[in-house]
T-cell receptor, first 113, second 114 residues
Framework: AQTVTQSQPEMSVQEAETVTLSCTYD???????LFWYKQPPSRQMILVIR??????QNATENRFSVNFQKAAKSFSLKISDSQLGDTAMYFC??????????FGAGTRLTVKP | NAGVTQTPKFRILKIGQSMTLQCAQD?????MYWYRQDPGMGLKLIYY???????DKGEVPNGYNVSRSTTEDFPLRLELAAPSQTSVYFC?????????????FGSGTQLSVL
């Protein structure tokens, strides 16, 4: 079974600074996908970034980038130039087949002005 | 284009009551999912469907039932509500299988069983 672990229940960062959220996972599969989702107070789940395990290049989406370490089973999210609108819960997730996406417990990020 | 629509947004049930959470999507997506999110936790898959007439269990199916008579609708049924089912329920859909396809979520239903 897959497990996803987020070891930081809460994080805070000053506006315009950079923050890194940690995620580790455990899977015996060779081909899988990893995700970071953002959940603002509105409760809406919003896909932030996605990484395919067979791709060595780290995914990047504007201010969001990942550090994917396949051997270490680590998938951290870096948010650069943090904005107040980045305040939210962030969930790391893994998926190795079509219908079994596993989520971590989340990290609550607060961006301070 | 409304996306994924869930109703109701909030509901309080008494122990033993039944209810149906509604989920509809207007994007002609084949794949639909129901997740629950317990306080302070990530989402867990309850049931999913790969097309009309086809459903299957996810990680936490006990106490729930689903049906998929049309492509658009994927209702989730709670037959005998229990306090352990207090949670936020999310419906999601995608056009095709695989993580290449973006999963779109509804805005959630907050359910309390007292």
């Amino acid at each position: 079974a897959q497990t996803v672990t987020q070891s930081q229940p809460e994080m805070s960062v000053q506006e315009a600074e950079t923050v890194t959220l940690s995620c580790t996972y455990d899977t015996s599969e060779n081909n899988y996908y990893l995700f970071w989702y953002k959940q603002p107070p509105s409760r809406q789940m919003i896909l932030v970034i996605r990484q395919e395990a067979y791709k060595q290049q780290n995914a990047t989406e504007n201010r969001f980038s990942v550090n994917f370490q396949k051997a270490a089973k680590s998938f951290s999210l870096k948010i650069s130039d943090s904005q107040l609108g980045d305040t939210a819960m962030y969930f790391c997730a893994s998926q190795y087949n079509n219908n079994d996406m596993r989520f971590g417990a989340g990290t609550r990020l607060t961006v301070k002005p | 284009n409304a996306g994924v629509t869930q109703t109701p947004k909030f509901r309080i049930l008494k122990i033993g009551q039944s209810m149906t959470l509604q989920c509809a999507q207007d994007m002609n997506h084949n794949y639909m999912y129901w997740y629950r999110q317990d306080p302070g936790m990530g989402l867990k898959l309850i049931y999913y469907s790969v097309g009309a007439g086809i459903t299957d269990k996810g990680e936490v199916p006990n106490g729930y039932n689903v049906s998929r008579s049309t492509t658009e609708d994927f209702p989730l049924r709670l037959e005998l509500a229990a306090p352990s089912q207090t949670s936020v329920y999310f419906c999601a859909s995608s056009y095709s299988q695989g993580a290449r396809e973006k999963l779109l979520f509804g805005s959630g239903t907050q359910l309390s069983v007292l």
